[in-house]
């Protein structure tokens, strides 16, 4: 019965079967997996319509886990990796949010030979939309990697993605960008993402910094507060003195998380003129 509901004439009744693939296979045995619901889940992956489309790619994820490794690089990868360069950019999208799932079922080699490049793509997607879902997995991506592979094939793009030209792409970078520093270690952090956190610390656009000031925690722990406070406290200050009040706010907001990741001693050295600057502030919000 759900394989026909998966080859239904109604769109809306396939899309609803799509949407349960990843459910049903877990409730079936493990014997039926690769015969039925392989079958089922390859008629999906053919559906004309892209809102079928977007639900199998989730499905194939979900069948994905419960498949042997060898099995799900055999029969749902190289599917995944098509539609990461489909003509659909909400298929590609789907792909991208659901990419690093595939990851811990199909093993180390598979991951670096074939969804690595997948994913590379998706980073450098025409669409906004792809590279917004993509840039959200790199910190994951990159755990997953040797430091030199995340160095190697990782790095280049989030350097790409620091200038995007979309404000929503580099805010969702910048808001897990700072999770590389463990992965990448002091010396690459130091080489290598200081000078993007920087760049996006002073982005034009509010929630591009705040998702940096916000992991500060994240770089400090790798590089140290001392080299912290160096490379990267001229900039917070140079945007809580900004002549604009609805720029200034915002900092003063994550002052006392600020505070509590670089320290008390750190805060009455640095910050305290600064919170007393804010209390003689002209504009009654700050």
């Known amino acids: 019965m759900y394989s026909q509901l998966c080859q239904d004439d109604m769109p ?22 690769k015969a039925e619901i392989m079958q089922i889940c390859n008629n999906l992956t053919q559906d004309d319509q892209d809102s079928v489309l977007l639900l199998a790619v989730e499905g194939c994820a979900a069948l994905g886990k419960l498949l042997e490794p060898q099995d799900c690089v055999a029969h749902i990868l190289p599917v995944i990796v098509n539609f990461s360069q489909d003509k659909s950019w909400r298929v590609r999208y789907m792909v991208a949010n659901q990419l690093f799932e595939l990851c811990e079922a199909v ?16 980073l450098r997607d025409n669409e906004a939309e792809v590279r917004i879902a993509a840039a959200g997995k790199i910190t ?29 792409v580099r805010s969702a970078l910048a808001s897990v960008i700072m999770g590389m520093a463990p992965v990448l270690g002091k010396d690459a952090t130091i080489e290598q993402l200081l000078p993007i956190y920087l760049s996006l610390l002073k982005d034009e656009f509010p929630d591009v910094r705040l998702n940096i000031i916000s992991k500060l925690d994240q770089v400090n722990q790798v590089v140290g507060i ?10 917070i200050v140079e ?6 009040w609805r720029v200034r706010l915002p900092i003063i907001e994550y002052i006392p998380l600020l505070a509590s990741q670089l320290g008390v001693g750190f805060f009455y050295d640095k910050l305290d003129t600064l919170c007393m600057q804010w209390l003689q502030d002209k504009v009654y919000s700050i």
């Not at 093993?107 to 998706?122: E, H, N």
């Not at 755990?143 to 790409?160: D, G, M, N, R, W």
């Not at 945007?239 to 604009?244: N, S, T, Y």
């Open 239 to 244: 945007l809580a003195e900004d002549r604009h």
């Open 107 to 122: 093993g180390p080699q598979p991951t670096r030979m074939d969804l690595v490049p997948a994913y590379v793509r998706l």
């Open 226 to 235: 001392d080299l912290l406070s160096q490379s990267l406290l001229p900039a």
């Open 140 to 168: 994951k991506f990159s755990q997953i990697l040797s430091p030199e592979l995340a160095t190697q094939h990782i790095l280049p793009c989030v350097k790409e993605l620091s200038s995007d030209s979309s404000q929503h």
């Open 12 to 33: 809306m009744v396939r899309r609803s079967a799509a949407s349960n693939l990843g459910k049903f296979a877990a409730a079936v045995e493990n014997a039926h997996l």
